[in-house]
């Protein structure tokens, strides 16, 4: 069992920036694939970013605007958002996703993040 825990969302004015974070019980970089996503209500779920021993593959939508970072010693990961628009206010979450079982798969309780105009 993985618990995963979002922070640094909140409201920010268009243009600005927000780095989003997801800290890990415990470590995971061996064993999880970690991502970003992002949803609305009664929208679906929209992929970001995730990480696969270190290398980053970016969703179309926010790629060049976002980074997916980590710390190894803080078993967390990172979600760097620049050039904000109100497009983005959202629902993000952290997933952390079996490397050799892709079917488990745990959730964050998300963190909210609105960019007003």
């Known amino acids: 069992q993985v618990e995963l825990v979002e922070s640094g969302g909140g409201s920010v004015q268009a243009g600005g920036s927000l780095r989003l974070s997801c800290a890990a019980s415990?470590?995971?970089?061996?064993?999880?694939?970690m991502g970003w996503f992002r949803q609305a209500p009664e929208k679906q779920r929209e992929f970001i970013a995730r990480m696969t021993s270190g290398n980053v593959v970016y969703g179309d939508s926010l790629k060049g605007r976002v980074t997916m970072f980590r710390d190894r010693a803080k078993n967390s990961v990172y979600l760097q958002m620049n050039r904000l628009n109100p497009a983005d206010t959202d629902e993000y979450y952290c997933s952390a996703r079996g490397r050799k079982d892709d079917n488990v798969e745990y959730w964050g309780q998300g963190t909210q993040v609105t960019v007003s105009s």
């Open positions: 415990g470590e995971i970089f061996d064993k999880y694939d």
